[in-house]
């Protein structure tokens, strides 16, 4: 485990899985503080263990049958603790309400009807 991690781990068994804000941020090589309040990333929010859960589940390219041969567990186990931390996080949406611009223009198109495009429309910010 690397120095950082073991940090991470210290400063977790610290707050004993409390939320917690950081109040200060250094840049690495610079005399640069920053104060204020900061909320951390999500991933960082989740415990060492799922971090290194996620990291191994990305480096492996999602494969849960890789996933199932290097944490020695079942389909099922993978499958439930992916769950678990999904739920913990947040996504960005991807999948963004269309422009207005985009509905008039699939309207002149005539992609949509009249109905369709002011459903659209009222449902875009």
């Known amino acids: 485990m690397t120095e950082q991690a073991m940090d991470w781990q210290e400063l977790t068994n610290l707050t004993r899985g409390q939320p917690f804000?950081?109040?200060?941020?250094?840049?690495?090589?610079?005399?640069?503080?920053?104060?204020?309040?900061?909320?951390?990333?999500?991933?960082?929010?989740?415990?060492?263990?799922?971090?290194?859960?996620?990291?191994?589940?990305?480096?492996?390219?999602?494969?849960?049958?890789?996933?199932?041969?290097?944490?020695?567990?079942?389909?099922?186990?993978?499958?439930?603790?992916?769950?678990?931390?999904?739920q913990a996080l947040t996504f960005v949406e991807t999948d963004p309400a269309p422009s207005r611009a985009d509905v008039i223009d699939r309207l002149r198109r005539g992609e949509i009807t009249a109905q369709q495009a002011l459903s659209a429309l009222e449902d875009t910010p």
């Open 21 to 86: 804000v950081v109040e200060r941020v250094r840049l690495t090589g610079s005399r640069v503080a920053i104060e204020g309040e900061f909320e951390l990333p999500q991933l960082a929010q989740l415990t060492l263990e799922d971090q290194v859960f996620v990291t191994a589940f990305v480096r492996c390219h999602g494969s849960i049958k890789e996933m199932e041969r290097i944490f020695g567990v079942s389909y099922p186990t993978i499958k439930s603790r992916l769950n678990r931390i999904g």
